[in-house]
């Protein structure tokens, strides 16, 4: 794994995503997910990406991306960091 160098925050919420799409995340994780994603368009792609992947593989865990798509999601996220803060 390559994303070791995006927040935390975003390592957790990618971490929730596949009990998100799997609809086994709590109610209150699903909270903070949807919370993250409001404000972190990359984890939106990312979260795009995944629900690509299940559509064609019928389940997906972070692990079953493949190296290229962990490689454009690092792109997504260096672009994004590079953005000036708006907060
Ligand atoms: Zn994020």
């Known amino acids: ?3 070791r160098s995006h927040p935390v925050v975003c390592r957790e919420a990618i971490e929730l995503m596949s009990d998100y799409l799997d609809g086994s995340l709590s109610r209150r994780d699903t909270r903070r997910l949807e ?3 409001a404000i972190c368009p990359p984890c939106r792609t990312y979260l795009a990406q995944m629900r690509l992947v299940i559509s064609v593989s ?4 972070p692990d079953d ?3 290229e798509a962990l490689d454009d999601l690092v792109e997504v996220f260096r672009r994004y960091r590079d ?3 708006s907060s």
């Open 1 to 3: 794994m390559k994303i």
């Open 35 to 37: 919370e993250h994603l």
């Open 58 to 61: 019928g389940s997906v865990s």
């Open 65 to 67: 991306l493949s190296p």
């Open 83 to 85: 953005e000036p803060e």
